[in-house]
C-alpha cells in the first residue's frame, strides 16, 4: 500500500494522471559554485542526506568566516530523515556537519574512518555528538538507509585519502554518485581506484550518473599525485636556508610526500596552524601517514635550530587572514618572521575567489626579501579533479542511461554534459541544474520538478552567529560609501530642543559641513511637522507614549533619499534621538536663515558638527552643543567679510522636491 505521504510527492502527468512514485535528488549545495556541496536523496518517505559541506566567503562577505547552505527543506522535513552519507574528509564535504547538527537530527552518519575521525572532533567542539552516531565504513561495504536506499562504497583516488564514490540502488534503478574522484593509478598510500565494481555496475546498468565536473573544462588526464615528488624534492635540496612550504592541510599524500623528503634531506619539521596539527594527528593515528615522532619538533624550539636543518609546514595557501603564512607574510607572527634566505613553496593553486588574497600574500613575501616558488610551471601542485579523459573514463566504465553534472561551476556543468554527449549520453537526458533544482527520475525518465527553497547561509567567527542580508547589507554600505551619525534632540512635546549633530565617517562628499546640517535640521522638523502623530500617542499619564525607534527610522529614510539624490552616495544612516521632557524650549533652528547671517566654517578629517558647522567635543551634552550655537552668533567684522566669500546663496540652499513642499505647508 502506498502511503498518504508518498502519494503527495508522486508525480503528474499532463493530463492529470498520477504517475508512479519517483526518485528525487535535490542539490542544496555544490552547483555554479565551488564548495558547501549538499546533496538530498528522496523516496517516498525516506530522505537521505549525501555530504554537508561549506565554503567560504567572497570579497564582499564582510566578517564572514564561512558560507552554508540554506538547509529549510531539510529542517521542514527532518523527520524523513534517516541518514547521512560522507564521501570523504575535505571541508566542503563534511564542513557543514556540526552546524546542521544544532537544528535537526541526523539519525546516523556513514563514512571512511579518516573523515569519521576528522569529523568527531568537529562536533566534540562544537557540542553536538549526541545528535547523531557515527559509523565508519570500508571499500565494498554496502549499508541500508531507510527502506529505498542501499548504498555501496567504491575505493577513489583524490587528492585526500579514503575518499569513495557511491553505488546506491533505489526502487527506481541505480544510480552512481562519484563524489570528487581523478583516476590516479599510482596513488602514493597504494589504495587503487576500485574500477571493477564502477564496470560491474556499468553491466547491471546505471540509470543516472552524477559526477564531479571541477576539471571539465581541462583536456587530458589528471597527472597523478606522485608527478609532484620529484620537483619537490629538488627545491627542498636546492635551499640554503629554511623551507617553508604551503599546501591544503587535508592533502594528506602530499603532506606524507613533504614529510618524506623532509627525513631525506635531514630536516627537521615545525607545524603551524591548527588544522594541519589536527589533521596530520589524526592520519598518524590512523596509519594513514608514516612518520618517526623526533622528526617534528616544536615550533617555539626549531627557531634555535640551523636553518639549513629546518622545514616549516603550514597553512595560507589560500591566503586566509588569519593562517599561519598571512600572518608571517605581515610581520604578524610570534614566532615566525622572514628571512632573505628562506625558499617558500606554494604547494596548491588558488580556489576561485581566493586569487587575489594568494597574489598578495606571495607579493608580501617576495617584498620580504623571501624567495618565492608558486604556479604551475614549478610542478610541485596537482589537482585531486578529474580532468576531461577522466570523466570520459568514468562515463565509459558507468555507461549510464541519464547524466548529471555535479560540484562545479555554470561553464564547468556545460563542458561536463558537451563531454557526456560526446560518450553517447542523448541531450534530452542530461540536466544542468543549479542548488534547489529537483531531478525527478523514473526508470525510463528524467525530469526537472517544483524547485526548493536554496541559497545561504552566513556565519560569523563562531560558526554560531547567523549574518543575515540585513546585517551584510549594512556591512557593505559602511565598506563602500561609509557611515553617517546623526544626535538629535527631540521633546516628548514633538520640537527639537538642541541642533542636531551630525558625524561623518569614511564618507566622501564635497558638500559643505554647514550643508548637511542644514539638511539634517530639515529632515527632522519635516517628520516632527508632519508625522510626529503617527509616533506619540496619549497614554492616562502626562508623558505620551512615543515611537522613538519609528522616528529614527522616518529620519534615516529621508536624509538617505536626499544623500542619494543630491550626493550621489549612499552611506549607512544611524539616527539616535535623546529624549527631552516636555515644556523644554524648542530650538529656533537655522536651516531658514539667511547665509549672511551665519559663517560656514568647513572642516577637514573628523567631522563632528552642530547645525552652525563648528566642532564639538563628540562627547559633549546637547545643552553644550545648543550654548555653542546661541554663542556663535556674535560675528566681528572679519567673520562677517568671510561670510561673504564664503556663503552659497539662497537658492543653493533650498533643495528642491520635499523642502520646498514642507515650507510652503509652514507658511
Known amino acids: 500500500m502506498t502511503s498518504s505521504s508518498t502519494i503527495s510527492r508522486s508525480t503528474s502527468s499532463r493530463d492529470g494522471k498520477a504517475k508512479e512514485p519517483c526518485l528525487r535528488v535535490i542539490p542544496l549545495g555544490g552547483l555554479h559554485e565551488i564548495g558547501k556541496n549538499t546533496c538530498v536523496f528522496e523516496y517516498g518517505d525516506d530522505i537521505m542526506m549525501v555530504d554537508a559541506g561549506l565554503a567560504f566567503p567572497s570579497d564582499g562577505m564582510h566578517g564572514v568566516n564561512v558560507v552554508m547552505p540554506d538547509t529549510s527543506y531539510l529542517r521542514e522535513n527532518q523527520k524523513r530523515i534517516r541518514g547521512m552519507i560522507v564521501t570523504h574528509g575535505h571541508e ?30 568537529k562536533m566534540e567542539e562544537a557540542g553536538v555528538t549526541d545528535r547523531t552516531t557515527i559509523q565508519t565504513v570500508s571499500p565494498r561495504d554496502v549499508v541500508k538507509v531507510g527502506q529505498h536506499f542501499s548504498v555501496e562504497f567504491i575505493r577513489n583516488t583524490h587528492s585526500m585519502a579514503d575518499s569513495f564514490s557511491l ?8 544510480v552512481i554518485f ?42 587530458g588526464f589528471c597527472p597523478p599525485e606522485r608527478s609532484v615528488f620529484p620537483a619537490l624534492d629538488r627545491h627542498i ?9 604551503t599546501t591544503f592541510a587535508s592533502s594528506i599524500h602530499r603532506v606524507s610526500m613533504i614529510l618524506e623528503l623532509a627525513l631525506k634531506n635531514g630536516r627537521k619539521v615545525g607545524l603551524l596552524g591548527r588544522s594541519m596539527l589536527n589533521v596530520i594527528a589524526k592520519a598518524r593515528e590512523l596509519g594513514y601517514m608514516r612518520a618517526p615522532d623526533d622528526l617534528f619538533v616544536p615550533i617555539k624550539q626549531i627557531r634555535d635550530m640551523p636553518d639549513r636543518e629546518t622545514l616549516l609546514l603550514m597553512t595560507g595557501s589560500q591566503g586566509e587572514p588569519l593562517a599561519a603564512l598571512s600572518r608571517i607574510s605581515r610581520g604578524e607572527h610570534q614566532h615566525v618572521q622572514v628571512k632573505n634566505s628562506d625558499t617558500i613553496i606554494f604547494s596548491a593553486s588558488p580556489i576561485p575567489g581566493n586569487t587575489i588574497s594568494v597574489v598578495n600574500t606571495i607579493d608580501r613575501l617576495m617584498m620580504l626579501g623571501a624567495k618565492v616558488v608558486y604556479g604551475k610551471g614549478e610542478g610541485i601542485h596537482v ?18 542511461k541519464f547524466f548529471v553534472p555535479v560540484h562545479g561551476e555554470h561553464r564547468m556543468l556545460i563542458c561536463h554534459s558537451k563531454t557526456a554527449q560526446s560518450m553517447g549520453v542523448a541531450s534530452e537526458n542530461i540536466l544542468i541544474l543549479d542548488n534547489g533544482d529537483v531531478v525527478q527520475l523514473s526508470a525510463d525518465s528524467i ?27 549594512e556591512r557593505q554600505q559602511l565598506a563602500e560609501d561609509g557611515v553617517v551619525t546623526v544626535l538629535a534632540a527631540i521633546s516628548t512635546d514633538g520640537v527639537m530642543v538642541a541642533p542636531p549633530r551630525v558625524n561623518l565617517r569614511g564618507v566622501v562628499t564635497a558638500a559643505d559641513p554647514r550643508k548637511m546640517s542644514i539638511w539634517t535640521e530639515r529632515e527632522i522638523s519635516w517628520v516632527l511637522e508632519n508625522r510626529w502623530k503617527q509616533f ?22 529621508g536624509l538617505g533619499r536626499r544623500m542619494r539624490r543630491e550626493l550621489q552616495v549612499e552611506p549607512l544612516l544611524l539616527c539616535l534621538v535623546q529624549p527631552a521632557p516636555g515644556g523644554t524650549p524648542a530650538y529656533k533652528g537655522m536651516a531658514d536663515a539667511e547665509p549672511e547671517d551665519r559663517s560656514v566654517t568647513r572642516i577637514r578629517g573628523d567631522r563632528d558638527l552642530a547645525s552652525n558647522g563648528r566642532r564639538t567635543p563628540a562627547a559633549a551634552p546637547v545643552k553644550v552643543a545648543a550654548a555653542v550655537s546661541a554663542t556663535s552668533t556674535t560675528k566681528t567684522v572679519a567673520d562677517q567679510a568671510n561670510v561673504k566669500t564664503q556663503s552659497e546663496p539662497e537658492s543653493a540652499e533650498v533643495p528642491s522636491g520635499r523642502t520646498r513642499r514642507r515650507r510652503s505647508a509652514a507658511a
Open 92 to 121: 566542503d564535504h563534511i564542513g557543514g556537519i556540526p552546524h546542521h547538527l544544532k537544528h535537526f537530527n541526523i539519525p546516523v552518519i556513514y563514512g571512511p574512518r579518516l573523515a569519521m575521525s576528522m569529523l568527531q572532533g
Open 167 to 174: 553505488a546506491i540502488t533505489t526502487p527506481v534503478g541505480s
Open 178 to 219: 562519484t563524489g570528487d574522484f581523478k583516476f590516479d593509478h599510482t596513488p602514493v598510500d597504494g589504495e587503487n581506484f576500485d574500477m571493477a565494481r564502477l564496470a560491474h555496475h556499468g553491466e547491471q546498468g546505471v540509470l543516472c550518473l552524477f559526477s564531479d565536473s571541477t576539471n571539465a573544462e581541462v583536456p
Open 237 to 245: 635540496a636546492q635551499a640554503d636556508g629554511r623551507v617553508i612550504i
Open 383 to 400: 589537482s585531486g579533479h578529474g580532468f576531461q579523459e577522466d570523466h570520459k573514463l568514468m562515463l565509459a566504465l558507468t555507461k549510464p
Open 447 to 473: 525530469s526537472k520538478g517544483d524547485s526548493v527553497k536554496a541559497g545561504i547561509e552566513l556565519l560569523d567567527a563562531s560558526r554560531n552567529g547567523i549574518v543575515d542580508a540585513r546585517v551584510l547589507k
Open 536 to 557: 506619540s500617542r496619549q497614554t492616562d499619564g502626562k508623558t505620551p507614549e512615543v515611537d522613538w525607534m519609528g522616528l529614527q527610522r522616518e529620519v534615516e529614510v
